[in-house]
Structures are given as structure tokens and as C-alpha cells.
């Protein structure tokens, strides 16, 4: 049977800079910048706890489901503060001077092979 490509991709990556301030925010500020920013509702929030936010940690739960590794690459994502064109620019170079490894996106590539699992 032929190897069906998984693409695997995680939103924050490792204990970096967008969780060390998603952590030091207070949940009121964190309720309150949701509303105003995304027009949610507060109760679309809530305290994030990160387990599976490293290449590593990521790469052995993949594993454990079957999966066979290919590629996996931090890459920048200037989006998280892009609301509009000013931060957007920011956001890039935000992404640009942090130094390597500190990108907040995962990407990975992996195969399941059903007659392996």
C-alpha cells in the first residue's frame, strides 16, 4: 500500500514569545483584547496549558500514532498581531529579528503507513 502524507502544523511553538505573553496577561486583559479584537465572546477564552509545543514533543506524540516522520520546520507567522497594515509590518519584522528557532509556527510532514500500525 502506498504511504499517505499527513501535514502536521501547530499554531505556537515551544516557550516562546507569543506564550511567555499570553501567560503574563491577566485572563481579564485576555477577555478583553478577544472582544475587542476578534469580536468574540469571553467565553471563547481560556487558560492555555502547552504539551505538545516542541518539535520533539510533537515529533514522539506523531510517532506514537503511527506516523513516520519527513520534515518538521519552525516558521514565522506575522499574523497573530496583523489587524492591520501597520502591525502586519511590525509582525514581519518582529519575525525577522527573533532569533532562530524562536519562529512560532511548527510545520511537519509525516506518512502513515496502515501495514506498519
Given at each position: 500500500?502506498?504511504?499517505?502524507?499527513?501535514?502536521?502544523?501547530?499554531?505556537?511553538?515551544?516557550?516562546?514569545?507569543?506564550?511567555?505573553?499570553?501567560?503574563?496577561?491577566?485572563?481579564?486583559?485576555?477577555?478583553?483584547?478577544?472582544?475587542?479584537?476578534?469580536?468574540?465572546?469571553?467565553?471563547?477564552?481560556?487558560?492555555?496549558?502547552?504539551?505538545?509545543?516542541?518539535?520533539?514533543?510533537?515529533?514522539?506524540?506523531?510517532?506514537?500514532?503511527?506516523?513516520?516522520?519527513?520534515?518538521?520546520?519552525?516558521?514565522?507567522?506575522?499574523?497573530?498581531?496583523?489587524?492591520?497594515?501597520?502591525?502586519?509590518?511590525l509582525g514581519r519584522?518582529?519575525e525577522r529579528v527573533l532569533p532562530?528557532?524562536?519562529?512560532?509556527?511548527?510545520?511537519?510532514?509525516?506518512?502513515?503507513?496502515?501495514?506498519?500500525?
Amino acid at each position: 500500500m502506498v504511504a499517505a502524507h499527513v501535514w502536521a502544523q501547530h499554531i505556537v511553538c515551544g516557550e516562546k514569545h507569543a506564550i511567555w505573553l499570553n501567560q503574563l496577561a491577566p485572563a481579564g486583559l485576555q477577555n478583553a483584547l478577544v472582544r475587542y479584537l476578534y469580536q468574540r465572546d469571553e467565553g471563547d477564552t481560556f487558560q492555555a496549558h502547552y504539551r505538545a509545543n516542541t518539535p520533539a514533543r510533537l515529533d514522539g506524540l506523531l510517532s506514537d500514532c503511527g506516523l513516520c516522520h519527513i520534515d518538521m520546520r519552525l516558521v514565522g507567522d506575522p499574523t497573530h498581531i496583523a489587524f492591520d497594515r501597520a502591525l502586519f509590518a511590525l509582525g514581519r519584522w518582529i519575525e525577522r529579528v527573533l532569533p532562530e528557532g524562536w519562529q512560532t509556527r511548527l510545520m511537519g510532514d509525516y506518512t502513515w503507513r496502515p501495514n506498519d500500525v
